[in-house]
């Protein structure tokens, strides 16, 4: 299934992020910075 994940970059977000793309989704993320953080991503980085 392909999702598209609002603030993937924050807290939830990242960790829904990985979740989903642990279960073989595709995933995009839409996240303006204010409150996400890039070290939350870094590490699916190629995978989004």
Do not use: P, W, Y
């Not at 979740?19 to 996400?36: P, R, Y």
């Amino acid at each position: 299934m392909r999702v598209f994940i609002t603030g993937g970059a924050g807290f939830i977000g990242s960790h829904l992020c990985d979740a989903l793309l642990k279960e073989g989704h595709q995933v995009s993320i839409l996240d303006n910075m204010s409150t996400g953080s890039a070290a939350n991503i870094a590490h699916i980085k190629g995978q989004i």
